[in-house]
C-alpha cells in the first residue's frame, strides 16, 4: 500500500470535499481516503498495483479541481499558503470595495433622496444612473470571476457546490438589472417616462455586486483565521536552526543544517539551538525541552545523555555526536505525526460530509420552489427574484464544512505543545467516550528500571555488604544487578576480584571471593546452600509484601545481608490514578509480574483491580473481553509486550520512553511519559469534542433559521424578509464564526 498527500485547489465548501471523497473513493484499489478542506488537502492510501498517482490527479481534474502530489521535506519552512491566500483575498477584497461601496451609495441614494451628482439624479438621467450602476459592478464581477468559473462548471458536472450557489445568486441579480436597463430602455423609447423611472427602483446590481464582495471578506476573515489554526505546527516547523557549528578533523565551522550527517560532531553553545538528534560527549547543559515535551522547567544534560533537535541549550556548552538528521528526527516525527493528525478525519466529520453532499442540490431545489411559490401566489416577479436569490446565497454550507477539521487543527496542536501527540483525528475523537483504563506495570506505572530501596546488613558494615554484592553481581547480567553495580560506583567503592562465577537459574549466583565461597540470590539459594536466614526473615517478608525483592548475600555460611530492590513507581503515577478515578474511569492494572508484587503496586497507587501474571496475548484478550461487554477501553503502555493490547483498544496510548513497536502501534504518545498526562488528554478530547459539537449546532442553526427566512416564510405573518446582500453578509459571518470558536481551544489549560 501507497500512502500520498495531495495538494487540492478549487475547493470552496464541503460539498467539494464529499464530491472528491465519493468519486475517487470509488477507485479501484483505494483503500483510505480524506479530503480536509480546511487544509486544501487529500490523504490517500490506495494498491499501487492497482492505481497509480497520475490517474488520482487526472479524476480529480475531470471534477473540475486541481491536484498535486505534495512533497515538502520536513526540516523546511512550510510554505506560507494560508498568508498567501489571506493576502490575494484581501487585495480582491480592497479592489472590490473601492467599485461596491459607491454603486451602494448611487443605489440606496435614489431610493432615500441622497445627495447624488447631477448627472445621477432626476428622472430625466434615470437611465444614466442605472447604466452607471452597471459599470460599477462589472469589475466587482471580474474581480470575482473564480466564483463563477468554479461555480457553474460544477453546476454543469452536477456537483454543485458554495460557488455554484454564489454564481447563480450574483449571476441572476446582474441578468435581472440588465433585463431591467432593456425595459426602461424600450419604455423611454416609447415616451413612457414615468414607468421607466419607476421600473429603475427595481435594479438589482447593487445585490450582485455586494454579494460577491461580502463573501470575499468572509472569505479573507475565515483564511486569517486558518492561518492561526496552523500556528502550533508552524511553530514546531520554525524550531530547528538553520545552520550548525560542526567540528570536522578538528576544525570548527558553520555549516548549513542541510550538511549535517550522521556521526557528525556539533557544538552547542549556551543559548543556541540543538540542531540534530544526538548524544552528548563532553560538556554539560541546562536543555529547554518545552516545546518538545510541554515540560516548562529545563533539563539537565550531561556524557551520555540524549538530546533533541530543536531545542534550546539555557546553560552550559557541550559536544555532541549526530545521531539523526532531517525527517528522521523526533522533531519531524512529532510534526509529521500531527500533520497527518490534522489531515485525517473525525467520524462526527462524517455527519456533515453526508449533508453536505447533498444540501447544495436540495437548496437550489428549494430556491426555485420559492420562487414558484411566490410567482403562484401573486407577489410579484421582483419578490419571487428577490428571495430565490437570498435562499441561495444564505444557504452555502462553508461553515459546515469547516466545523470539524479547525478544532481538530487546534486541538492537535494544543496537545502537541504540551508533550502530547495524537496520531489522527479518530483518535482525539473517540478518547473523550473511554470508560476504562488499562495500564501496563513495568515502565508505565513505575520508573522501568530497578532501583536499591534497602540494605540491611547483619555481620558487616553496609559499605562491605554492598562491595561484595557488586564484585558478585559484576558477573551477572541480571537485571537486578544492575543497580548494585551502579549504587557501588556511586560511593566509590572498590570490588574486590571475583572468580569461579556459577549462575543457578531461578535462584541466584555463586562465585569465589578472597578464598570464600560467596552467595547472592533469593531464598531458595540460601536452603540449598544450607545458610540460616532467619535472623531477616521477618524484613525480607515485609519488603517482599510491599512489593519489593529482597536478595540475600552470605559466604562461608555466614549470611552477611540482605539488599532489596525494587521497580519504584513513579512520582505522578498515584495522582495520576486518582485523577484517572475521579473522573468516573475504571482503572486496571494488568502485569506480568507476580501477584505479591502486583498486588503492592496496586495498594500503593490506590489501584482496585489488579490483575498479574498475565501474558503479552492476555493483556489483548482481556481488552477484547472488556469490549464485548460494552466498555470503551484504552490501554496505556511502555513495551513490546503491550503492542497486541495498544492496538485492540479503542484508544491506545504509548509512554514516550518506549519501545518503538508500542509508540507505533498507539493512538497518542505522551512526550513526557508521565501518567498524569493520560487525564490530560481525555480533557483535550472532550474539549474539542464540545468544541466540534458546538461548532456543528451553529453552522445547522444558520441555514435552519436563515432559508426559512430568506424563502419568506415568516413575511406574511411577521413582515420578515431577507435581503441578498443581508443574506450574503449572514453566510459570511457562519463561516468566521465557527472558525473563531475552534480558535477558542488555544486557550485550553491542561489541569
Known amino acids: 500500500m501507497r500512502k500520498e498527500i495531495y495538494n487540492i485547489t478549487g475547493m470552496s465548501c464541503s460539498a467539494c470535499s464529499a464530491r472528491i471523497e465519493k468519486v475517487v473513493g470509488r477507485m479501484p484499489g483505494v483503500e483510505q481516503l480524506s479530503v480536509n478542506l480546511l487544509k486544501n488537502s487529500m490523504t490517500i492510501t490506495y494498491d499501487e498495483q492497482q492505481l497509480q498517482s497520475d490517474k488520482i490527479t487526472a479524476k480529480i481534474a475531470a471534477l473540475g479541481f486541481g491536484a498535486s502530489l505534495k512533497n515538502q521535506p520536513q526540516r523546511q519552512t512550510p510554505t506560507p499558503q494560508a498568508e498567501d491566500e489571506a493576502l490575494a483575498l484581501r487585495r480582491r477584497f480592497t479592489y472590490s470595495l473601492i467599485f461596491a461601496l459607491p454603486l451602494f451609495y448611487i443605489s440606496m441614494g435614489r431610493m432615500y433622496s441622497w445627495p447624488l451628482p447631477e448627472i445621477l439624479s432626476g428622472e430625466a438621467n434615470a437611465l444614466i444612473n442605472a447604466l452607471t450602476q452597471m459599470l460599477l459592478t462589472l469589475p466587482v464581477l471580474i474581480l470575482g470571476r473564480s466564483y463563477f468559473q468554479h461555480g457553474f462548471a460544477n453546476l454543469l458536472r452536477r456537483a454543485p457546490n458554495m460557488d455554484s450557489l454564489i ?51 468572509g472569505k479573507f476573515l475565515e483564511a486569517r483565521a486558518k492561518k492561526k489554526t496552523s500556528a502550533a505546527i508552524t511553530g514546531l516547523m520554525q524550531l530547528t536552526p538553520k545552520t550548525a557549528l560542526v567540528e570536522r578533523h578538528g576544525l570548527q565551522g558553520e555549516i548549513p543544517l542541510e550538511e549535517v550527517i550522521n556521526g557528525d560532531i556539533l557544538i552547542v553553545k549556551a543559548g543556541a539551538s540543538v540542531p540534530a538528534d544526538g548524544i552528548i560527549l563532553e560538556g554539560y547543559g541546562s536543555v529547554d525541552e518545552s516545546a518538545i515535551t510541554g515540560e516548562s522547567l529545563p533539563v539537565d544534560k550531561g556524557v551520555n545523555a540524549k538530546v533533541i533537535g530543536g531545542t534550546i541549550n539555557k546553560n552550559g556548552y557541550f559536544k555532541m555526536q549526530v545521531t539523526a538528521v532531517g525527517e528522521n528526527t523526533a522533531l519531524a516525527r512529532i510534526i509529521s505525526l500531527v500533520d497527518e493528525a490534522t489531515s485525517s478525519k473525525a467520524p462526527i466529520a462524517r455527519l456533515a460530509d453526508k449533508i453536505s453532499g447533498i444540501f447544495v442540490p436540495v437548496v437550489i431545489l428549494i430556491s426555485v420552489l420559492t420562487a414558484i411559490y411566490w410567482l403562484l401566489s401573486g407577489a410579484g416577479s421582483e419578490f419571487a427574484f428577490t428571495t430565490a436569490v437570498s435562499v441561495l446565497v444564505i444557504s452555502c454550507p462553508c461553515a459546515l464544512g469547516l466545523a470539524t477539521p479547525t478544532a481538530i487543527m487546534v486541538g492537535t496542536g494544543k496537545g502537541a505543545t504540551g508533550g502530547i501527540l495524537i496520531k489522527s483525528a479518530a483518535a482525539l475523537e473517540t478518547t473523550h467516550s473511554i470508560d476504562t483504563i488499562i495500564l501496563d506495570k513495568t515502565g508505565t506505572i513505575t520508573q522501568g528500571k530497578p532501583e536499591i530501596t534497602d540494605i540491611i546488613p547483619c555481620s558487616v558494615s553496609e559499605n562491605e555488604l554492598l562491595s561484595m554484592a557488586a564484585a558478585l553481581e559484576k558477573l551477572s547480567e541480571h537485571a537486578l544487578g544492575a543497580p548494585i553495580i551502579n ?74 545481608g540482605l539488599i532489596a530492590v525494587a521497580d519504584t513507581v ?87 520512553t518506549g519501545t518503538d513497536i508500542a509508540i507505533e502501534a498507539a493512538d497518542i504518545v505522551l512526550m513526557k511519559s508521565d501518567l498524569q498526562d493520560v487525564p490530560k488528554a481525555i480533557s483535550l478530547s472532550k474539549a474539542v469534542i464540545k468544541n466540534i459539537k458546538e461548532n456543528l449546532f451553529w453552522a445547522f442553526f444558520y441555514n435552519a433559521i436563515g432559508i426559512p427566512v430568506a424563502a419568506g416564510l415568516f413575511y406574511s405573518s411577521f413582515g420578515l424578509l431577507l435581503d441578498p446582500m443581508l443574506a450574503a453578509a449572514a453566510m459570511s459571518c457562519s463561516s468566521v464564526s465557527v472558525v473563531s470558536n475552534a480558535l477558542r481551544l488555544r486557550n485550553f489549560k491542561f489541569n
Open 487 to 560: 549504587a557501588a560506583a556511586d560511593r566509590k567503592l572498590s570490588l574486590p576480584q571475583a572468580c569461579n562465577y556459577h549462575l543457578l537459574p531461578g535462584q541466584g549466583i555463586t562465585a569465589t571471593i578472597n578464598g570464600k565461597t560467596c552467595y547472592g540470590g533469593n531464598q531458595l539459594l540460601m536452603d540449598s546452600a544450607g545458610i540460616d536466614t532467619s535472623l531477616l526473615q521477618q524484613q525480607a517478608q515485609e519488603l517482599a509484601q510491599n512489593g519489593k525483592t529482597p536478595l540475600f548475600f552470605a559466604h562461608d555460611n555466614q549470611l552477611l
Open 167 to 217: 454564481a447563480l445568486g450574483s449571476s441572476a441579480s446582474f441578468i435581472y438589472g440588465l433585463y431591467i436597463i432593456y425595459k426602461m430602455t424600450w419604455l423611454l423609447g416609447h415616451g413612457q417616462l414615468q414607468a421607466a423611472v419607476h421600473t429603475s427602483h427595481h435594479l438589482y446590481f447593487e445585490s450582485a455586486a455586494m454579494i460577491v464582495t461580502l463573501i470575499t471578506l
Open 570 to 656: 513513579k512520582a505522578t503515577s498515584t495522582t495520576a490514578i486518582d485523577q484517572l478515578q475521579q473522573m468516573g474511569l475504571a482503572v486496571i492494572m494488568v502485569t506480568g509480574d507476580n501477584e505479591i508484587t502486583a498486588q503492592a503496586i496496586g495498594r500503593n497507587t490506590h489501584i482496585k483491580q489488579v490483575i498479574s501474571g498475565v501474558l503479552p496475548e492476555d493483556k489483548e484478550k482481556i481488552v477484547r473481553q472488556l469490549q464485548e461487554q460494552g466498555h470503551k477501553v484504552a490501554m496505556v503502555g511502555d513495551g513490546i509486550n503491550d503492542a497486541p493490547a495498544l492496538t485492540r483498544a479503542d484508544v491506545g496510548i504509548a509512554i514516550g
